[in-house]
């Protein structure tokens, strides 16, 4: 019996962007790169789900952190020496 394959995070991510170019179909992705259709499509559906994701974060915990940053950097320049 074989071990189960374990794909790392940016393979994933590769593979469920071409499926989501739709230049070929689900199962000659899979073949090419020795993955379960199935499995394929739950990599494209998490894609297609987490893409809202990207975009929220990186507008209010980016921008909150910036403001925490700048105002550490202010105070740190208007301290006393």
């Not at 991510?13 to 000659?28: H, M, N, W």
């Not at 790169?33 to 994701?53: D, F, I, M, R």
Request: proline residues 2%; aromatic residues 4%; hydrophobic residues 40%.
């Amino acid at each position: 019996m074989s071990k189960r394959r374990r794909c790392t995070a940016d393979f994933k991510a590769k593979v469920a962007l071409e499926a989501l170019r739709g230049d070929q179909t689900i199962q000659q992705i899979a073949m090419r790169h020795k993955v379960h259709p199935n499995q394929l499509s739950t990599w494209k559906a998490k894609a297609v789900s987490g893409l809202g994701e990207v975009f929220a974060n990186s507008t209010g915990k980016a921008r909150a952190d910036r403001e925490d940053e700048v105002h550490y950097l202010h105070a740190k320049a208007c301290a006393p020496a």
